[in-house]
């Protein structure tokens, strides 16, 4: 089982990034997928789900608005929109398939002028 994540880096206040999340190693298509994301020094936190089929999505209350979660399924792919960031958005993003306890490495995304 493997979940790589991609897209991040560094990016100034009020731009954009998409993050991508490619899964492999098991039934992608079947699971509801997540993104999550750790700032230093803080919890890890719950950040977007997209169900199994792509057609209910959910955000937390920090990001509603500002990000989009997306899936492809063709594509065993998950991803995530972020438009208008800030420094507060800076943390490593992980992707996950919650259910089954699959997780990927992260990827680092720097909010920063």
């Known amino acids: 089982v493997q979940l790589v994540e991609s897209g991040g880096g560094l990016v100034q206040p009020g731009g954009s990034l998409r993050l991508s999340c490619v899964a492999s190693g098991f039934a992608f298509s079947t699971y509801s997928m997540s993104w999550y994301r750790q700032a230093p020094g803080r919890e890890r936190e719950w950040v977007a789900r997209v169900n199994s089929f792509g057609g209910s999505t959910s955000y937390a209350d920090s990001i509603k608005g500002r990000f989009a979660i997306s899936r492809d399924n063709a594509k065993n792919t998950v991803y995530l929109q972020m438009n208008s960031l800030n420094a507060e958005d800076t943390a490593v993003y992980y992707c996950?398939?919650?259910?089954?306890?699959?997780w990927g490495q992260g990827t680092q995304v720097t909010v920063s002028s």
């Open positions: 996950a398939a919650v259910g089954p306890g699959y």
